[in-house]
C-alpha cells in the first residue's frame, strides 16, 4: 500500500499544509451526535481549530471565544433561543471563509427537520452564498494524488474541497411529497412558505463559465421517525462511491466490509420497502398534509389556551414543522404526555441571562385532535405551569461514567435533551 493523500502542489505552503485537514460546520440546533461522529471519523470541528490554532482571530467576534457551533437564526429576543432553528447563513459563510482561505476543506451539515424545533435549513441559500467561496479558494475542484501504483506512479483523482451532508432524518421522509403535492394544481396546496430545496438536484450556475454544480454530496434519513419503523434504523445516500477503501475483504460474507459496524440488519430495509409498498404517492401526500393541519391546530389551541390564562406560554412554531413548542408545564403533565424538553439561555455567555424552559409535541400521521385537546385540558389545570420559569440543575455524566473519562469532544449540554 502506497503513502497516504497528498494535497495539490500549486498551493501557498499554509494552504497546501492544511489541504487534507477538513473542517466540519453545523449550527446550535444540530442533533448532538453530530460531535460525536465527527470524532468517531477524526474531523475536527471549526471551534476545536479555532479555538487551538486561532484563539483570538473568531471572525464573528474578534477577541472573543469561538462559539461551539454556527449559530442559528435570531428569535424576538435578538438571541438565537427563540428563533426558529435554522442555520444563520450569514455566519456560516463568515466561518466558512476563514477556514477556506486558510485551505482546509469545509464539511458542512444542514438538517432538514432540527431535533427540537423542526426547523429546516435552506439548503438553497447556503448553497448560493458558499459557492463563491468554495471558487475563490480553488475548492470547486482540485486534484488529490492519493497513493502510487504499482511502478510508483502518481495516482491522482479530481474532488470537491467541500461537502454538503443534509441530515434529512425526518423531514426527508414527507418533504418531497408535500413538493409534489404544491407542484400539482388537483391537490390544491399552497404551502405556507416555499418547500425546501435539499436532493440531488440541487444546482448552482457559475456565471462566469456558465457551467452548473451540484451542490449536495451525501443525505440521511431515519426510517424510525415519519416511516415509523420499530427499531432505529436509516438510509444514507451519495453520488460518491467507495473513495474509502474497505480495510477487509473477508471471504465469508462475499462482499468488501463496507459498514461503520462490520455487519448490517437486513431486516430494516424489508421494513422499508413494506412501507413504500403500502403506501402510494397520494396516501403519503394525505399523510403529511394531515401532519401539517394537526400542527396547524395545536399551535392554535395552544395560542387560545395563552389568550384564556393571559399569560406567556411561548407558544412557536417553525414554518412547515411538524413540531409545537411551548412553556413548560409541571412534571406530572410532561409524565403523562411524554413531552420532550429543553431548556436554553437567552444569552449563552451569561450565566444570569432569562432561561427560556420549552417542551415539544410532534405531530405525526395518528394524532388526532381529541388527543390534541386532551393534553389542552390539561394544560388549563390551575397548577399545570409553574409560577415561575425555574432553573433546571446542570446536566452531569451519567454514573456509570468514570469520573477521569475522557470526553469525546465538545458536546454542548445545552439545548440537547440532557436536562
Known sequence: MGPGPAPPEDLPEEQKRNALHPVAFFSEDSHYSLTKAMRVLGIDTFYAIGQRDYPTDNPLDPGRPWPKEVPSERGPSGYSADGPGSIDVDALAVLVEFFAAKGHPILVNLNLGSTFKGAYDDVRAVSERL??????YG????EIVYGKDQDGNPLKDTRRGFWLHVDGA???????F???????????????????????GLEVEDRETGRFYDMVHSIAMSGHKWIGAPWPCGVFMTKVKYQMRPPDNPAYIGSPDTTFAGSRNGFSPIVLWD????????????????????AHYTEQQLLRLQETLGRDLMVARTPLALTVRFRRPNDEIIAKWSLSSESLKLDPNDPNSRQLDYVHVFLMPWAKPGMIDELVKDLHAPNAFPPETRALPTARPAREVHENALSLAHVPHSGRGFE
Do not use: C, H, T
Open 178 to 200: 408535500l413538493r409534489m403535492a404544491a407542484d400539482n394544481p388537483n391537490y390544491e396546496y399552497v404551502p405556507e412558505v416555499p418547500i425546501p430545496e435539499f436532493d440531488f
Open 170 to 176: 425526518l423531514g426527508a421522509a414527507y418533504l418531497p
Open 275 to 294: 412501507y413504500l409498498a403500502q403506501n402510494s404517492y397520494d396516501k403519503q401526500i394525505s399523510m403529511i398534509r394531515e401532519a401539517q393541519r394537526m
Open 139 to 142: 475548492l470547486l475542484e482540485r
Open 131 to 136: 459557492f463563491p467561496i468554495f471558487k475563490k
